[in-house]
């Protein structure tokens, strides 16, 4: 593996999955894999459980690790090619990811969308040159379109709790928007979308997304799942339920109107096959998700951010095996 951007990059989910749980179980058995490597991890936004799992799991792989937050710390950085540079911009990505690409073996980017232009954004411009001019493996930490690392864990999770059923009953996952003050991405749900789009090709789920009218996800990234306007409904028989919210596809960007109803909280839960319910973290408590849910005993949030780890440290081994 020399990119990891998407579940494109998986020969096989459950084949993945399990190795991540391998992991889990031994931490340090592949450590002489990372000797005298280096992890590099670019941050163009903030990170709680992406820096510190990826961080983390690169240790346990015996590696060293530089971290640089380069919306900060670094020079104001020009992707446009054929432009004189006599604006704000310093430096040339050409050049800033190509120097990256002298220090490290393998670097993980994060950069979020700017949520004002749909091709812009979906174009993937700055994540691709980055990967075009560091000339080493990268790991996606998170781009505009998507968040790989973030979706493998989710999916770590569900595999693991799932108590397969004598007939054979895959577990129905829903994906359930949920009301937020401001405009988000759509990477998380995109990401969650597509992975849960692939597992169900290979047999492991059932997919159900709900989402109020307006808030479509793009096309490419939902093929094969269920599309319900009615929560309740969605949830009826949901073994787990994932909560994020995101701006709007089709007018992008833009937080619009939407009936009351789509918090997710007890009464909610009593839709389902008493669900798990899921969330990708930081979470807006008695907003996007009850408080009763979070405290309670149907939460996997924090099994699910312990899980970052596990599918970072699967991902990097796979990268580190290219190395040798």
């Known amino acids: 593996m020399k990119l990891f951007t998407s579940v494109h990059d998986v020969k096989s989910i459950k084949q993945f999955v399990k190795d991540a749980l391998e992991l ?9 894999l990372g000797k005298n ?57 050409r050049e800033a990811a190509a120097v990256m690409g002298q220090y490290c073996d393998i670097l993980g980017l994060r950069s979020f969308p700017k949520l004002n232009n749909r091709e812009e954004d979906y174009s993937e411009d700055f994540f691709n040159k980055f990967v075009k001019y560091c000339a080493v493996p990268v790991v996606s930490l998170e781009s505009a379109t998507r968040h790989p690392l973030q979706s493998f864990a989710d999916i770590i999770t569900i595999y693991e709790t799932w108590t397969k059923k004598p007939d054979g009953t895959k577990p129905k996952v829903v994906l359930a928007w949920a009301p937020h003050v401001k405009a988000l991405p759509q990477a998380v ?24 009218a307006g808030y479509e996800l793009a096309e490419q990234f939902i093929t094969g799942a269920t599309i319900e306007h009615n929560l309740d409904e969605a949830l009826a028989g949901a073994d787990y339920v994932y909560v994020k919210n995101w701006s709007s596809y089709k007018d992008y960007g833009k937080v619009l109107n939407y009936p009351d109803g789509w918090m997710m909280n007890n009464d909610k839960l009593k839709f389902t096959n008493d ?10 408590r008695d907003l996007e ?30 990268m580190l095996e290219e190395l040798k």
């Open 289 to 318: 998700l009850s408080s009763e849910i979070l405290d309670g005993p149907n939460s996997l949030v924090i099994h699910e951010a312990g899980n970052r780890l596990w599918a970072a440290q699967a991902v990097i081994k796979a």
């Open 24 to 32: 889990k179980a031994n931490p340090y058995a592949h450590q002489a």
């Open 189 to 212: 749900p995109n990401s969650f979308a597509e992975w849960m789009c692939k597992a169900k090709e290979e047999e492991l789920i059932d997919f159900t997304i709900a989402h109020p």
């Open 37 to 93: 490597k280096t992890l590099g991890l670019v941050f163009m936004n903030p990170s709680l459980r992406t820096r510190l799992s990826t961080q983390k799991a690169a240790l346990n792989l015996g590696m060293n690790v530089m971290v640089m937050n380069l919306d900060k710390e670094g020079w104001a950085l020009e992707t446009q090619d054929g432009v004189v540079m006599n604006g704000s911009t310093v430096e040339h990505i």
């Open 275 to 284: 669900a798990k319910v899921m969330h990708c973290l930081p979470v807006r």
